[in-house]
Nanobody, 126 residues
């Protein structure tokens, strides 16, 4: 059974930093693409960042240059380092994994098959 558990959320002032962590169990972590999504109040869940099994990364334009996704395969953990935070980054942040290593869908546009964590709240005040 796949479980994703996020931590590291909190409240910070604009310009500050936070690092989110997500520990994954029940899957061969090193073989999976992993990602982060977020959902702000009253808005749909949106893609933030992803890291492929080989380590390459991609981001939504709004966080490029401010957020960094990384992974530690020895710890089955994916991280999201968030710098220069803005009030518009306020959201619940979710860790996600595709349903399998052979998933052929578009990871950044979940189709109901992804595994999800329960989320961690990030609040950025101005």
């Amino acid at each position: 059974q796949v479980q994703l558990v996020e931590s590291g959320g909190g409240s910070v002032q604009a310009g500050g930093s936070l690092r989110l962590s997500c520990v994954a169990t029940g899957l061969t972590f090193s073989s999976y693409r992993m990602g982060w999504f977020r959902q702000a109040p009253g808005k749909e869940r949106e893609f933030v960042a992803a890291i492929r099994s080989g380590g390459s990364t991609y981001y939504v334009d709004s966080v490029k240059g401010r957020f960094t996704i990384s992974r530690d395969n020895a710890k089955n953990t994916v991280y999201l380092q968030m710098n220069s935070l803005k009030p518009e980054d306020t959201a619940v942040y979710y860790c996600a994994a595709p349903p399998s290593t052979s998933y052929s869908g578009t990871f950044s546009r979940p189709d109901g098959l992804h595994y999800w964590g329960k989320g961690t709240l990030v609040t950025v005040s101005s």
